[in-house]
């Protein structure tokens, strides 16, 4: 019997994650400038490298950082001190608040990647077994390996649709 693991697993990995890389964000812009808070302009500088994270390591499509204006009233909104900069906290309310809607995108696309695809492939290689000439090659492909090829399959197709709607 396998049970199903609880939703808040998802969101606690999720939060873990976005912890880690605002910790080093943070840590990274303070460092360079000395001081325990961040600007705007040092706030938006780390927004950038976020983003580049996210589009260097997450599978998807290629996300953009917010606008400026965006980003000022976000900043305004978690300024808890009023004094126009973010310190270490702020900054992690800032960033979850910034990428709450990026993260929900890629979290649909692992979904889709992960749990549809090799459904999919499961499908199309009972479907294509009785094909005459291709049949009896996908019967001796393993299960695991067919559907490893699917969800390749999916992520390339995935990646070039993002990168022609960049076009």
Not at 120 to 147: D, H
Request: aromatic residues 8%; hydrophobic residues 40%; charged residues 25%.
């Amino acid at each position: 019997m396998y049970s199903t693991p609880a939703p808040t697993v998802g969101k606690e990995w999720r939060q873990k994650q976005i912890r880690k890389i605002t910790d080093r964000v943070f840590k990274r812009v303070s460092n360079h400038t000395g001081r325990a808070s961040l600007s705007f302009e040092e706030l938006y500088i780390s927004v950038l490298i976020v983003y580049n994270d996210i589009n260097k390591y997450l599978p998807g499509p290629h996300f953009d950082p917010p606008p400026k204006d965006k980003i000022k009233t976000i900043m305004e909104e978690c300024d808890m001190n009023l004094d126009g900069e973010l310190d270490h906290e702020e900054f992690v309310k800032f960033i979850k608040e910034v990428t709450k809607d990026t993260f929900n995108t890629v979290s649909q696309g692992l979904i889709i990647t992960l749990v549809v695809a090799p459904s999919v492939a499961m499908a199309t290689k009972r479907a294509t077994e009785g094909v005459p000439g291709v049949g009896k090659v996908i019967q001796k492909l393993p299960v695991s390996i067919y559907a490893s090829l699917v969800t390749l399959a999916v992520v390339a197709i995935q990646t070039a649709s993002a990168n022609q709607g960049l076009d």
